[in-house]
């Protein structure tokens, strides 16, 4: 059974930083890309970030460029999000996905696995 699950969410003040975690199970990651999508209360999921084996790091929103990264574990079927200078624009659910026939791209209708998501709630 294929399955990812997030971790790593929670409660971060201003300025501060999140390492999100996506672990993976029933699939070798090396051969996936992971794309973290979130979104926001009464918005639209939106593509974030997509990190492949082989070319590393998209960054697709405008807004975190500078401020996150993706990075991944391929020995611990685990990949990151990196959140560093959050701010409350940045709050929502935080999804990880999985892709496999193609390169990383921003559709979330593109992916073929989901997480459930971890909240990221940034306020003072």
């Known amino acids: 059974q294929l399955q990812l699950v997030e971790s790593g969410g929670g409660l971060v003040q201003p300025g501060g930083s999140l390492r999100l975690s996506c672990v993976v199970s029933?699939?070798?990651?090396?051969?996936?890309?992971i794309g973290w999508f979130r979104q926001a209360p009464e918005k639209r999921r939106e593509a974030v970030s997509c990190?492949?084996?082989?070319?590393?790091?998209?960054l697709y929103a405008d807004s975190v460029k500078g401020r996150f990264t993706t990075s991944r574990d391929n020995a611990k079927n685990t990949a990151y999000l990196q959140m560093n200078s959050l701010k409350p624009e940045d709050t929502g659910i935080y999804y990880c996905?999985?892709?496999?026939?193609?390169?990383?791209?921003?559709?979330?209708?593109?992916?073929?696995?989901w997480g459930q998501g971890t909240q990221v709630t940034v306020s003072s």
């Open positions: 996905a999985a892709l496999y026939y193609s390169d990383c791209r921003p559709g979330k209708d593109d992916y073929d696995y």
């Open positions: 990190n492949s084996d082989s070319h590393g790091s998209t």
């Open positions: 029933g699939f070798t990651l090396r051969n996936y890309k």
